[in-house]
């Protein structure tokens, strides 16, 4: 049997003896051997064959590769059990370089390049091999090529391989590993609450090693309608951020890129509907498609708006943004109004307004301002009396229903402050609850003395104007009827008929008369 050989015997030359005192047990340790592979054997008193020399070489090397990183292991070349005599104490082995497990190997087998890649490709087909009796890194005795293609130690005992460094990953693998490290790194350098800045960033890093980004543009035709207004003086670049404010793109810089593709394409100030989340190249066409310009776009203030509302028909309608409109809203001192005056509401004139796309929300609140001024000089209403008429009118204009009624309501008000009753409106007790949409209260509402607007707790106008009244309210507070009327309610909310009454007495008939009519209209209530 092959295993039975005496390979020492074939292949060392010598005596017996020479060949005993050399000789590897079974269990992988070798008889009075040094470590210094390529040496005379000391206890042996012979040079040691080419091929001892050859493995002692390989084991040396394997030990110098992994010294910075692993506890060396016993090989078939020590004794770990053994006391040993102190020798001369050899040349330090230089730092092992950074290599490849495929580079480190080749150096140490010479001769053996070839066999030793190929058992190291094997090895990472299947990593869970702990040991290979087969392969080339087998045994440092002397012996015979096994049927792996490896060195099989005397007597046959294959003996253990120390562990293999790890190995080169895929490169695949590598590019995962370190975006992975780079996203982590940024993450805790930035800290949590900066990574909605860094996120950006890493998903570049991210898209650089896996070939992967995020769409930066929508696809298709867009969903919801939408108005955009391009202004005067407009470039493309301020045409880009605008769709992308208002969602019809998903970012600027992708229409940017694609108006500088088109160097031919020229857009006309105006309004023009289009749709949100639309793709870049289709919001263009729309853009370019006439038929999606609005002609007639323009700010309606009906009368009796309240100014939040205008300034929501100036966001959607004019193509500006809120901050910008509170803001214009907010700097009251800026349209020459009456000293004292700390608000625009009331001083903005009902009308249409057509859209300049060169407008700033000042210009359009200024044109406001100047026109509510012309009417009040048309209704003869000298400039110090202003402010006060305006408060007036734009209670008349919220409590009165029918064009005719309103010198009537007018009349009431103007009765009750020269006899000095409360006003007891209201309409302006649900202005100071914010409820600007109603003139229907509660009891707690109007019991609550801390609304400056509840004239039913407080004496004589409210504070400021509640709404922006029209002409029809403005002539009726400088032309009131004429009557004795204490007390008015509308007993019809569909037609609006109201009526009016000089005594309590009579306005309690009145009010019983509504109540019936809103009993039998319950979906009034």
Not at 176 to 199: C, K, W
Not at 219 to 234: A, E, L
Not at 414 to 426: E, H, P, V
Not at 507 to 518: G, N
Request: charged share 20%; hydrophobic share 35%; glycine share 10%.
């Amino acid at each position: 049997m092959a295993d039975d050989l005496d390979w020492n015997a074939i292949i060392a030359p010598g005596n017996d003896a020479d060949r005993r005192g050399h000789s590897t047990r079974r269990d992988g340790a070798s008889d009075d051997r040094t470590d210094s592979p390529g040496d005379a054997d000391p206890s042996a008193g012979r040079p040691l064959s080419r091929r001892e020399a050859r493995a002692r070489e390989a084991a040396a090397a394997r030990d110098a590769e992994t010294a910075g990183t692993t506890a060396p292991r016993p090989t078939t070349q020590q004794q770990a059990p053994q006391q040993r005599t102190p020798q001369e104490p050899t040349a330090p082995a230089p730092a092992p370089e950074v290599r490849s497990p495929f580079d480190a190997a080749a150096s140490a087998r010479g001769a053996d390049t070839d066999t030793a890649h190929h058992d190291d490709l094997a090895t990472l087909a299947a990593p869970a091999a702990a040991t290979d009796s087969g392969g080339a890194d087998g045994g440092t005795g002397d012996g015979a090529a096994g049927g792996g293609g490896g060195d099989r130690g005397d007597g046959g005992g294959g003996a253990s391989r120390p562990p293999r460094g790890p190995h080169e990953p895929h490169r695949r693998s590598r590019g995962a590993l370190i975006a992975g490290i780079v996203i982590v790194a940024i993450v805790v350098a930035a800290g949590v609450g900066a990574y909605a800045f860094a996120a950006p960033k890493v998903q570049q890093v991210v898209a650089a090693f896996t070939g992967s980004r995020e769409p930066d543009d929508y696809s298709g035709t867009g969903t919801s309608k939408v108005t955009i207004t391009i202004k005067q003086g407009d470039i493309g670049e301020d045409v880009a951020k605008t769709l992308q404010r208002s969602g019809v793109v998903k970012t600027s810089g992708v229409f940017y890129k694609l108006l500088l593709q088109s160097p031919s394409v020229q857009f006309q100030p105006g309004s023009y509907a289009l749709k949100k989340k639309m793709s870049s190249k289709a919001a263009l066409a729309a853009l370019e498609d006439r038929a999606n310009r609005v002609e007639d776009a323009s700010i309606v203030i009906p009368e009796g708006t309240v100014l939040a509302d205008i300034e929501a028909g100036m966001v959607s309608k004019a193509g500006l943004t809120k901050a910008e409109v509170s803001a214009a809203a907010k700097d009251v001192g800026a349209y020459g109004l009456p000293s004292g005056v700390t608000s625009l509401e009331g001083w903005l004139f009902p009308a249409t307004y057509p859209i300049n796309p060169g407008w700033s929300a000042k210009q359009y609140f200024q044109s406001m301002v100047d026109t509510m001024k012309q009417h009040l000089q048309s209704a003869g209403v000298a400039e110090a009396d202003q402010e006060k008429v305006l408060v007036f009118a734009s209670l008349v204009q919220k409590e009165a229903g029918l064009a005719a009624d309103y010198p009537k309501v007018a009349r009431v008000f103007q009765n009750r402050l020269d006899q000095g009753m409360r006003l007891q409106s209201d309409a302006t007790v649900a202005y100071g609850t914010g409820n600007t949409h109603r003139v229907t209260t509660t009891d707690a509402e109007r019991n609550d003395a801390s609304n400056r607007y509840n004239t039913y707790q407080h004496d004589g106008l409210p504070p400021g104007p509640i709404s922006n009244p029209g002409d029809i309210a403005l002539q009726a507070v400088t032309h009131p009827a004429e009557g004795k009327w204490l007390y008015f309610v509308t007993v019809d909310l569909e037609s609006g008929e109201t009526t009016f009454s000089d005594t309590y007495d009579e306005h309690l008939q009145a009010v019983k008369q509504f109540q019936a009519w809103l009993r039998a209209h319950p979906s009034y209530q």
